[in-house]
């Protein structure tokens, strides 16, 4: 059985970190590429990294975000270092075979399997 499983959010200060983890089980990653996406309140769900033969960044993360792959654990990670408060939402987990994606990297129709999403809070 499919699952993707996201942990590792929380209440955190303006300028601290956090590290996300997304757990897959029943594929490999060696196949698939995993993207993480977050959605605030009244927001529309948006692209933050994706891992797949290359990594992806929004704009807006890049340079304090970090995303990796530990292939034996199955598991990728979301490295989050300075944190503000317009990062506060949660954050969810998809997947989508291994390619590369050009600009389609973050339409998050294109990803399946989501997990259930783990809350990021930033403030102080």
């Known amino acids: 059985q499919v699952q993707l499983v996201e942990s590792g959010g929380g209440l955190v200060q303006p300028g601290g970190s956090l590290r996300l983890s997304c757990a897959a089980s029943?594929?490999?990653?060696?196949?698939?590429?995993i993207g993480w996406f977050r959605q605030a309140p009244g927001k529309e769900r948006e692209g933050v990294s994706c891992?797949?033969?290359?990594?992806y960044y929004a704009a807006s993360v890049k340079g304090r975000f970090t995303i990796s792959r530990d292939n034996a654990k199955n598991t990728v990670y979301l490295q989050m270092n300075n944190l503000k408060s317009e990062d506060t939402a949660v954050y969810y987990c998809?997947?989508?075979?291994?390619?590369?994606?050009?600009?389609?990297?973050?339409?998050?129709?294109?990803?399946?399997?989501w997990g259930q999403g783990t809350q990021v809070t930033v403030s102080s």
């Open positions: 029943g594929f490999s990653l060696d196949y698939y590429a």
């Open positions: 998809g997947r989508r075979l291994r390619s590369s994606y050009g600009s389609t990297w973050n339409i998050s129709g294109l990803y399946r399997d």
């Open positions: 891992i797949s033969s290359i990594l």
